[in-house]
């Protein structure tokens, strides 16, 4: 998935709110730059994003009072980023909307551009990484359950099974190693409990779906020492998985 680093199609799109502002540059202060960890990590989960014929991002502006804001948005499901161009950008300017396409791009390709980004002082762009609405849900449901109850949940969501007797999470094969698998669909999380739950239903009665957030644990690859970080596995959505199935070229015929 080539990085797309080039953008200049802006839609004014008459001042209306286009994206839920999930993630800003202030929120990324803690963060370095990036690591090869964290790029290995980010680099198998797609995101998608609007392009014109030329690889240019589209950029969407709004007006917010006296100055104007300019975002580029970034979609965990490729549907999401349908939806938004045929819902809103095509009714507003269809001609526009005939010219632009769906672009995949990894999650390591969003950070780096966000990274970059923030080390410039005067820049006025902000890439927005937009989860799905059902598994913000499902993440604040999650919450809620546990005790913590939620109004909105700020940003992207990850479901992992905590071992909750021994404070830590549940690993999985990876070839020679162990991984501890982070989904971004909690029916990952749920499928991966219930074979837990036949293989060692005592183990998997003290085990719980938890929440993180993406960019908890971004930092988190960012900034820790421990060896168990490099364990750390992103485990896209189905959407995402039929899609990486849908580009992988066909082995050739013996």
Do not use: C, H
């Not at 007006?63 to 939806?83: L, M, V």
């Not at 598994?135 to 939620?150: C, E, N, W």
């Amino acid at each position: 998935m080539k990085l797309l680093a080039r953008w200049g199609l802006t839609l004014g799109l008459a001042g209306s709110v286009v994206f839920t502002s999930i993630l800003g540059m202030n929120n990324l202060q803690a963060l370095a730059l990036p690591q090869e960890q964290v790029i290995k990590t980010l680099q198998e989960v797609p995101v998608f994003t609007l392009t014109n014929p030329k690889g240019e991002f589209v950029v969407i502006s709004r007006k917010d009072q006296s100055k104007t804001i300019s975002q580029i948005g970034f979609f965990i499901s490729k549907k999401d980023a349908q939806f938004f161009l045929e819902d809103r950008i095509k009714k507003e300017n269809p001609q526009l909307a005939s010219t632009i396409q769906i672009t995949p791009v990894s999650l390591a390709d969003y950070y780096k551009l966000v990274v970059e980004n923030k080390k410039k002082k005067d820049s006025d762009i902000f890439f927005i990484l937009v989860p799905t609405k059902q598994q913000v849900d499902r993440a604040k449901s999650i919450l809620t359950s546990s005790g913590k109850p939620v109004q909105q949940f700020n940003g992207v969501p990850l479901f992992v099974l905590k071992l909750k007797q021994e404070n830590s999470y549940l690993t999985i094969p990876n070839g020679k190693d162990r991984s501890i698998p982070f989904y971004f669909e909690k029916e990952g999380a749920v499928a991966l409990l219930e074979a837990f739950k036949k293989a060692q239903p005592k183990e998997a009665a003290k085990t719980e779906i938890q929440v993180l957030d993406l960019y908890g644990v971004i930092e988190t690859l960012n900034s820790s020492n421990d060896s168990s970080t490099n364990k750390i596995l992103l485990y896209p959505s189905q959407e995402s998985i039929e899609f990486l199935r849908s580009i992988v070229p066909n082995p050739p015929k013996k």
